[in-house]
């Protein structure tokens, strides 16, 4: 089973450029969220979904923009990458947003300069 | 105060030991309540659900306390493969977002 499939797994943009990153979940869940993680702040919500055509903004939803168009997709956009940018990106889905496991990509590590 | 709170660590212990972790929540109205394991450069993965008459799986057992908002996790006889950082992990109420703690790293020495 793929589970959460992230791509791409790495990525080195300039400042100013923009990427779109992939996450695709084969579950049939309703629920996906984008997080990233940085040293010493630990996983911090970008955005989420809790159904198809929906998102929702998380704790630090400035600088990107999301689409959920299909359920098993969930975009993360960068318009204008900026350095503070550069982190570690991960993908999840769950089946419900209670008290149910969240299943995590592999990540994306990228860089900005 | 942060929502979810955990023991700064790192911890170092020898192979066999036990050790135990311990994470403080502030939202009373927190419903679920996870144990998630992450390995260096790799995404977190669940290793237990917290259940309010604690729980145990081999030799992992993680309680909670909700009077204190407190939850722990007990890792007895340590393995070599047990060096991971261990995120607790609160569903915080009805906004169906989990609230993750900066995790705790283990590292377990022969």
């Known amino acids: 089973n793929a589970g959460v499939t992230q791509t791409p797994k790495f990525r080195v943009l300039k400042t100013g450029q923009s990427m779109t990153l992939l996450c695709a979940q084969d579950?049939?869940?309703?629920?996906m969220y984008w997080y990233r993680q940085d040293p010493g702040m630990g996983l911090r919500l970008i955005h989420y979904?809790?159904?198809?055509?929906?998102?929702a903004k998380g704790e630090v939803p400035d600088g990107y923009n999301v689409s959920r168009l299909k359920k098993q997709n969930f975009l993360l956009g960068l318009e204008s990458a900026a350095p503070s940018q550069t982190s570690v990106y991960f993908c999840?889905?769950?089946?419900?947003?209670?008290?149910?496991?969240?299943?995590f990509g592999q990540g994306t590590r990228l860089t900005v300069v | 105060r942060k929502e979810v709170e955990q023991d700064p660590g790192p911890f170092n212990v020898p192979e066999g030991a036990t050790v135990a972790f311990n994470c403080t929540y502030s939202?009373?109205?927190?419903?679920?309540f996870f144990w998630y394991r992450q390995d260096c450069r790799k995404e977190p993965k669940l290793l237990m659900s917290?259940?309010?008459?604690?729980n145990e799986d081999g030799r992992f057992t993680a309680q909670l306390n909700r009077a204190s908002q407190y939850i722990s996790l007990l890792i007895r006889d340590s393995k070599l493969s047990d060096s991971a950082t261990y995120l607790c992990?609160?569903?915080?109420?009805?906004?169906?977002?989990?609230?993750w703690g900066l995790g705790t790293s283990l590292a377990v020495n022969p």
């Open positions: 992990v609160v569903n915080a109420g009805n906004n169906r977002k989990l609230i």
């Open positions: 917290v259940y309010s008459s604690g």
């Open positions: 999840a889905s769950s089946y419900t947003g209670l008290a149910i496991e969240a299943f």
């Open positions: 979904s809790v159904g198809e055509g929906t998102t």
């Open positions: 939202n009373s109205a927190s419903q679920s």
């Open positions: 579950m049939n869940h309703e629920y």
